[in-house]
């Protein structure tokens, strides 16, 4: 069973507060170079991993989706996702992604925002979406990036020059990473990028393309703050096919 | 014409009294990983992008491989490579990898290490190599990790907990980083693993394996200074399938 954090008050309150759950996909700053890697939804099947409030299973529809399942692991991210639609074609259920069985050939997309470096039973995940994909779907992720996870310290420190950096340690010691957000006590698993690829890779998914996360100049212009998120990248962006 | 470092004297006696130099592959700690990455070569046309003293061709001949072209732009590096075999299906050439042309499936494996760091039009020297190779042909190549190679000061700094760390930052502005090694000045081109791995990609590459290079336990006990490898990684080893 993971661990739900999603569903303590503290940090359910502290999530329901981020821009990206107020304004949903376009309060996010990587969702422009996620709905990039996008495939046609016209008529797919759709399974989200880690749906949170659904803002994406929502989009997918007005896309076009033919069928969207948003999978959670909380109820309370699910009570409101459910009360945010009437779509008769979107489902949401509650999931553990970590023994989640799918059915098979059942899905043309797979998609999953900021979820997979909980998962510790990657693996097995993978081999589950593979299975579950029609031939020639599509599997799109964004996960917490391997640099942004790996410190034992995460966070910004100023270097003898007055440079901001961020300090790497433990990069090649993949496992666990206790953090606090929003809550004290996150676990995290840290793997390398190329641990993602090679899990992929192995349960017969091909690599269609990589993105280290970063702000473009126009959002570092609209929002200058964000100018430090090119020093490091917070997020991995990965676009899979089952072959 | 791409920066000719190793020609420079101070350089040249500097790199030849390395480990990997002086001992062969065995003497570079990569040399396993990348070993257990290469493909049967017995019988098959190899080339060496950076083959440098030809320690590689000469691996790859004792290999099986029916042809060997070793490519370099050092003159000194091919001078003591042609001193050290007399095997004529070893061939050394000088050539500069920013306007290299090879003929077309003239070959069954291309491999380099530790060359492409230095290589500023990737993307066509990337083309040149896939249309160089037979179809199934396979390329391995080991690179500068982007971690490595991002800083704008890279080397190891201490934090207020005492914990050795790398100081990441510039990771996503890629371009030029001019480094002092073994002389001063020394151009390496930066560019995120994202970026390598979709450069493959938009050539026709089909991606086979992705290692971010650390030193195994075994090699750590035999060697402890090695541990600091695992804290982030030095090398991208990157294994790709023309499809």
Redesign the interface.
């Known amino acids: 069973m993971s661990q739900n954090i999603y569903d303590r008050s503290e940090f359910f309150e502290g999530y329901s507060r981020l821009g990206r759950s107020v304004q949903g996909l376009d309060g996010a700053a990587e969702w422009p170079a996620l709905r990039a890697l996008l495939p046609e939804l016209g008529g797919r099947r759709v399974v989200d991993l880690g749906c949170g409030f659904g803002w994406f299973c929502r989009h997918a529809r007005e896309a076009g989706a033919a069928s969207v399942l948003g999978l959670d692991l909380s109820e309370n991210m699910l009570a409101r996702a459910r009360v945010d639609t009437a779509d008769p074609a979107i489902t949401y259920a509650r999931a553990d992604l970590e023994t989640l069985n799918l059915p098979e050939g059942g899905f043309d997309f797979a998609y999953s925002s900021l979820t997979l470096h909980y998962v510790e039973a990657l693996a097995r995940l993978f081999g589950v979406v593979h299975r579950a994909l029609a031939p020639g779907g599509a599997f799109l992720f964004s996960a917490e990036h391997p640099?942004f996870t790996?410190?034992?310290?995460p966070g910004w420190?100023v270097?003898?020059?007055g440079?901001?950096?961020?300090?790497?340690?433990?990069?090649?010691?993949e496992g666990p990473r206790r953090t606090d957000w929003l809550t004290k006590g996150v676990i995290k698993q840290h793997r390398?990028?190329?641990t993602y690829?090679?899990l992929l890779?192995a349960q017969g998914f091909?690599?269609?393309?990589?993105?280290?996360w970063?702000p473009s100049d126009a959002q570092i212009a609209e929002k200058p703050v964000l100018a430090d998120e090119?020093?490091?990248?917070a997020f991995l962006l990965v676009a899979a096919r089952r072959n």
């Open positions: 640099i790996a410190p034992s310290a420190s270097d003898p020059a440079r901001k950096v961020w300090p790497v340690d433990g990069y090649l010691e390398s990028i190329g690829l090679n890779i091909g690599i269609a393309h990589v993105q280290e970063g090119r020093l490091r990248p």
